[in-house]
């Protein structure tokens, strides 16, 4: 069984007395239903970190080298001192804005867990590449890139996101059959990669306009193991409803 996994990607929202607040108010509420978390800046990690008792608290990135040169960049070593053992990695904005690559996700892929942490892998189709059919053909290339050189024992502890960009704050979410089609599919990229038993123990979330509504129905569907959320998670209540939808 596996067991759902629902964060929340804040991605660059909400200042340190925003995360104490939000954490104040929705920590004590989070149960056994799932696993629960949130993705904060790294500003705001140090603090939730603190106040957290039940959710999970995420980097939304982190450098694959240890230290050096690498101006404005986070390890894995600073955050792992701070007792973040989570991050969400080649999220597309990351890939659209920020020069991420499938080599790049891979490298970090590879330093996250040989750090002992749990990286979270997005992948997923624009909106051109759906249109054009080849929303397959991208996830497979995204998730063969990502776990590339990943060994076996490490593929089961890895969550990961299938997120269509056209998906992502648009208000456009995929149909529950869309994205059960695919997160089944990528589930066979690992199971090819990796064989089926492993590919099996691996969580894989839908994210893209998440609304705490239709929570219960995504996480019905069988290949669909929990949810990648952004604005939807940014209030309190709404988290709150989220966690109350799925009881
Ligand atoms: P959204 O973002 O829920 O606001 O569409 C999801 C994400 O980018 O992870």
């Not at 200042?15 to 705001?44: C, H, M, N, R």
């Not at 008792?53 to 701070?82: D, P, Y």
């Amino acid at each position: 069984m596996r067991k759902p996994i629902i964060v929340g990607n804040w991605k660059m929202n909400k200042t340190i007395a925003e995360t104490k607040a939000f954490v104040e108010a929705v920590d004590s509420s989070v149960s056994d239903s799932a696993d629960w978390g949130i993705a904060t800046p790294y500003l705001a990690l140090q603090t939730a970190k603190s106040l957290a008792s039940n959710l999970i608290v995420a980097a939304e990135n982190c450098h694959f080298e240890e230290s050096g040169a690498f101006t404005g960049e986070i390890s894995t070593s600073m955050l792992k001192e701070i007792g973040v053992e989570w991050v969400i990695l080649g999220h597309s904005e990351r890939r659209q804005y920020f020069g991420e690559t499938n080599a790049t996700v891979n490298a970090k892929t590879l330093k996250v867990l040989d750090a002992g942490m749990t990286p979270i892998v997005c992948v997923g189709e624009t909106l051109e590449e759906y249109e054009a059919g080849s929303t397959k053909d991208v996830c497979k290339t995204q998730t063969v890139a990502a776990f590339k050189d990943v060994c076996p024992k490490c593929i089961e502890k890895v969550v990961i996101a299938y997120e269509p960009v056209w998906a992502i704050g648009t208000g456009k979410t995929a149909t529950n059959e869309i994205a059960q089609d695919v997160c089944a599919y990528i589930r066979g990229v690992v199971a090819e990669l990796y064989g089926q038993e492993a590919a099996d123990k691996v969580r894989i979330q839908y994210g893209g306009s998440v609304k705490p509504e239709g929570l219960k129905t995504l996480l019905e569907q069988p290949d669909i193991d929990g949810a990648l959320v952004g604005g939807a998670s940014l209030l309190e209540d709404s988290y709150i409803a989220m966690i109350e939808n799925l009881g």
